[in-house]
Each structure stands twice: as structure tokens, then as C-alpha cells.
């Protein structure tokens, strides 16, 4: 299972979902769902969330047995 820290890196940034939706080509139900754990990302998608936040991916996504 893949963990994350989006809506962490949200509060920091003061970024509400949709804006982040916005920044990185995708839904505001997916970013919700990302962070409830519904859903694991593309690579291309974690690439793109770290991105916004410049940071490694490793900051914001973990991967738990």
C-alpha cells in the first residue's frame, strides 16, 4: 500500500484540493481520493505532486507492506 503526505503538504502551502487538482492535470476527487488512500498514483502523477511542492517523492509518498 502506498501511504502519503498530500493533504500535510496542502496545509503547509495553504492549498485547497482543487488547486492542486489544477497543478497537476487531474480531477479534485482524485487528489481526495489520493489522500484517503482510494487510490495509488501514476508515477507520473507522484513525480508531478513533488514537483508542485519541490520536493523528492520519497517526502510525500511511502510504500507500507
Not at 28 to 37: A, P, Q, V
Amino acid at each position: 500500500m502506498i501511504k502519503n503526505r498530500i493533504k500535510e503538504f496542502r496545509a503547509r502551502y495553504d492549498m485547497k484540493q482543487e488547486e492542486l487538482a489544477k497543478r497537476v492535470g487531474v480531477r479534485r476527487e482524485t487528489i481526495g481520493n489520493l489522500e484517503k488512500g482510494r487510490y495509488n498514483p501514476s508515477l507520473v502523477l507522484a513525480w508531478n505532486i513533488a514537483k508542485v511542492f519541490d520536493v523528492p517523492i520519497e517526502e510525500i509518498f511511502t510504500v507500507e507492506e
